[in-house]
Nanobody, 124 residues
């Protein structure tokens, strides 16, 4: 069982930055691939970024490449998403997710564990 808790959301102006964090409870954090997803009002949940359990293999949605950076610290059981050059269209609730297995996946249906989400609002 893995419990995930996100933090770091908030209100920021377009062009600004935010750093989201996700803290995982449970053992063997490195055995889990991790993902960030987001959901805007009236839209489906969409993939943002994913990272492998070890070796730092990453995948990003085209819409965030070059602006967002995902990282993890397996010793601290933490996951981060550094978001730069934020745009109003990045406004959404952001979720971290975990799946047993070391390779990243972009499909929300592959993930077993989800956090409660943190709101990110980017004003124009």
């Amino acid at each position: 069982q893995v419990q995930l808790v996100e933090s770091g959301g908030g209100l920021v102006q377009a062009g600004g930055s935010l750093r989201l964090s996700c803290t995982a409870s449970g053992r063997s954090f490195s055995s889990y691939a991790m993902g960030w997803f987001r959901q805007a009002p009236g839209k489906e949940r969409e993939f943002v970024a994913a990272i492998s359990g070890v070796f730092g293999i990453r995948d990003y949605a085209d819409s965030v490449k070059g602006r967002f950076t995902m990282s993890r610290d397996n010793a601290q059981n933490t996951l981060s998403l550094q978001m730069n050059s934020l745009k109003p269209e990045d406004t959404a609730v952001y979720y971290c997710a975990a799946v047993l297995g070391r390779m990243p996946t972009t499909r929300a249906s592959d993930y077993t564990y989800w956090g409660q989400g943190t709101q990110v609002t980017v004003s124009s």
